[in-house]
């Protein structure tokens, strides 16, 4: 027998051995089954009605008042097929309302037209961005595809929840039922006004719509009426989650992960071409047609913080910095799949400097991080913090604690749960009466995964490391969210 022939038969015999030891079977039917992350992405069924929350840890501190909105997706599965990606699932808007010490939950589904046919014919079949869909979809316009799942916004007495590639749909803030899709001017209707908008400290509020390498610069007054809308073209088209802005100035963050060809889902759109380097467009809010041009290297990123500006006119903002787009294309799609490995190393909180000589550069500061927030009272003004989530690391997805980031000292303040728990994005809420930058709590909702229940901490900002003021614990587990707004 030749040696090759003999190895080969060798090894297929020590693999059959392998595959029947009970070990082997064990740990083959522990990858098949859910992973302990898989609540992240578990189906909601319906809505789910307001709630108390049993308080589990240390008293809720005076002042501490109002409502934490969150959005993000709720139900992925239906028995005639199914959403593969993260982003696809029905949006769910969530209300965590803090009241006389005391906490309740509740959360509504967006009663949105992909929502109400797919639970008449039991299917997933609207294109998303990485769901393919099928010919069972009824788009007629973009707000048919709407899954209003990514973020939310207050106006007035309703919170609006938003996505990217189309309109607001506003719901009633105060028992989430769904109203309407938004539409700020009627020639505008179903334009994309995407899921991050930045808001100046007089309440002008500030967002974008893509559709290739065009442009709308979305411009609303404090009581969310349209002040402006503007086209602006763009040197790239570029897949943008986000951008962000000084007081002066927008600032438009391009990756090189940019459109190759019209096709679905969404994101196959794009190919990611470190080559090119990411290229950042700062615009003069006072004159969208003077624009400067950055030039960084290539990093991937959804989100970046608020971005500031001195005296000399550098700009700085920070981003959760990735090195590539698995996660985003490959990751994401495990996450609903509930079992597997993740791809995609986790992004990283990083510093941008813009100089007035043109000049550009990205600092790393080494720690993973998402969803970096900063104090709304400094939005576009000078800043010493950033929170974020922390704690994920290749291998296991998603957060497990939080740490807020002083770029005065490059220093990390920050609290881990540990594997038990996934935390979600933290808001920060002023304490009343008070006006320093950490003087606010960090409220943010954490899936218990041992209890097998959702949770709501707070945390002093001054304080991350010592662990949340207060925990309330619910009866039931909700999926994560993606983000949420404090309305006090
Ligand atoms: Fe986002």
């Known amino acids: ?190 334009m994309p006004f995407q899921a991050h908008p930045r808001y100046d400290p007089d309440g002008t509020v500030w967002n974008i719509g893509l559709w290739g390498d065009r442009m709308i610069v979305w411009r609303l007054n404090a009581d969310r009426s349209l002040h402006t809308a503007q086209v602006v073209a763009l040197p790239r088209a570029s897949y943008m989650h986000d951008f962000t802005a000084t007081a002066r100035h927008l600032v438009i963050v391009m990756q090189p992960w940019v459109f190759e060809q019209h096709r679905m889902p969404y994101a196959s759109q794009f190919a990611w071409k470190p080559e090119l380097g990411t290229q950042v467009m700062v615009i003069d809010k006072a004159d969208l047609t003077r624009t400067r041009i950055f030039e960084l290297p290539a990093f991937s990123y959804f989100h970046l913080g608020d971005a500031w500006e001195d005296a000399s006119g550098t700009i700085r903002f920070d981003v959760a910095a990735g090195k590539d787009v698995q996660f985003a294309m490959e990751g994401a799609r495990v996450l609903v799949e509930g079992h597997g490995t993740v791809s995609g190393e986790p992004a990283q909180l990083s510093l941008v400097t813009l100089h007035t000589d043109g000049r550009a550069e990205m600092v790393s500061s080494g720690v993973a991080a998402e969803f970096p927030k900063s104090d709304p009272r400094r939005a576009g003004l000078a800043r010493r913090y950033s929170v974020h989530v922390a704690g994920e690391r290749g291998g296991r997805p998603l957060p497990t604690g939080l740490a807020v980031h002083d770029w005065e000292t490059g220093r990390s303040d920050g609290f881990d749960f540990g594997d038990g728990v996934i935390m979600e994005e933290a808001n920060w809420v002023p304490k009343p009466g008070r006006s320093g930058e950490a003087e606010a709590w960090l409220v943010a909702p954490a899936i218990n995964l041992r209890e097998g229940v959702t949770e709501l901490h707070a945390f002093d900002a001054a304080r991350v490391s010592d662990g949340p003021v207060v925990s309330w614990r619910a009866d039931i587990a909700l999926p994560a969210g993606f983000h949420g707004i404090w309305a006090g």
């Open 1 to 190: 027998m030749l040696a090759s022939r003999r190895s080969f038969l060798m090894g297929a015999a020590a693999l059959s051995a392998a595959v029947a030891t009970p070990e082997t079977v064990r740990a083959m039917a522990a990858m098949q089954a859910s992973a302990d992350w898989s609540l992240a992405t578990v189906d909601l069924e319906g809505d789910v009605a307001r709630r108390v929350m049993r308080r589990v840890q240390g008293r809720a501190p005076a002042g501490l008042e109002g409502a934490l909105f969150r959005n993000g997706p709720g139900k992925f599965r239906r028995p005639g097929g199914s959403a593969t990606h993260w982003f696809d699932g029905d949006g769910l808007m969530r209300a965590f309302r803090v009241r006389d010490g005391q906490a309740t939950l509740e959360a509504r589904f967006a009663d949105t037209p992909k929502r109400r046919w797919e639970t008449e014919i039991g299917a997933v079949v609207t294109p998303g961005f990485g769901t393919a869909g099928d010919d069972r979809a009824r788009i007629g316009s973009p707000d048919d595809a709407n899954a209003a799942n990514t973020a939310v916004m207050t106006a007035g007495d309703e919170v609006w929840a938003l996505w990217e590639g189309g309109s607001p749909m506003a719901m009633d803030a105060s028992d989430l039922s769904t109203r309407r899709f938004v539409t700020l001017r009627d020639d505008l209707k179903g």
